[in-house]
């Protein structure tokens, strides 16, 4: 993954500028919390990476393999009642796939789910390095 983004705050409370490549979004926290509630927040943000990682390499693999999937619908939150421990994030991801496909096929959808390159990289260590320049 050599992706690049570019994020910058200025002027409004909270509002994020994203950029990648040609494309431009908002970030923001919700007004309960002072900001202006005009893009997702961090963590939705997180959330629809892996969801969106997920239905691309589920179709992607559905299409190689010419398997009659018509629709695939994700939902995904953070679960902190399932947490076992204060350092550990759960993220529950619901994962709903529309198309007549067998049982075998179906089972080895969700065992690719499990392979989409965000997926990999968030259940493995990431290491961070952040500093001024």
């Not at 919700?30 to 629809?48: A, C, F, K, R």
């Not at 018509?70 to 619901?94: G, M, N, W």
């Amino acid at each position: 993954m050599d992706e690049e983004v570019k994020v910058s705050i200025e002027g409004i409370p909270y509002q994020v500028s994203i950029s990648a490549r040609d494309h431009r979004w908002l970030a923001d926290e919700p007004t309960d919390i002072n900001g202006g509630d005009t893009g997702p927040n961090p963590g939705e943000l997180l959330l629809s990476s892996l969801g969106s990682c997920t239905a691309i390499t589920l179709t992607m693999y559905a299409a190689r393999k010419k398997w009659p999937v018509e629709k695939i619908d994700i939902d995904l939150r953070f679960d902190s009642a399932a947490k076992p421990d204060p350092a550990t994030t759960v993220i529950e991801c619901l994962v709903r796939i529309s198309g007549n496909l067998d049982e075998a096929q179906r089972k080895r959808l969700m065992e690719i789910a499990h392979a989409c390159p965000v997926h990999k990289l968030l259940t493995n260590p990431v290491i961070i390095n952040t500093k001024e320049d």
